[in-house]
């Protein structure tokens, strides 16, 4: 079974924390990306384990989804 994630959190351009969604929250992957849009910054998502996986990053402007 694929593990979720716990958390989304949002970036600085200057990888400075900056804001965390949680994902029980209806919206809250396209919030967390708007934000980090507004930012120029990134959206990791965080798993219990403590790994953090980048889905997206305004200055490659790509979003990951697995």
């Not at 980048?54 to 790509?62: A, V």
């Amino acid at each position: 079974m694929k593990s979720k994630p716990i958390k989304y959190n949002v970036y600085t351009r200057k990888g400075e924390y900056h804001h965390g969604y949680s994902p029980r929250l209806e919206g809250s992957l396209m919030w967390a990306i708007d934000c980090a849009k507004s930012v120029g910054g990134s959206v990791k998502e965080i798993y219990e384990n403590g790994k953090e996986v980048e889905i997206f990053n305004w200055e490659k402007k790509t979003t990951c989804s697995q």
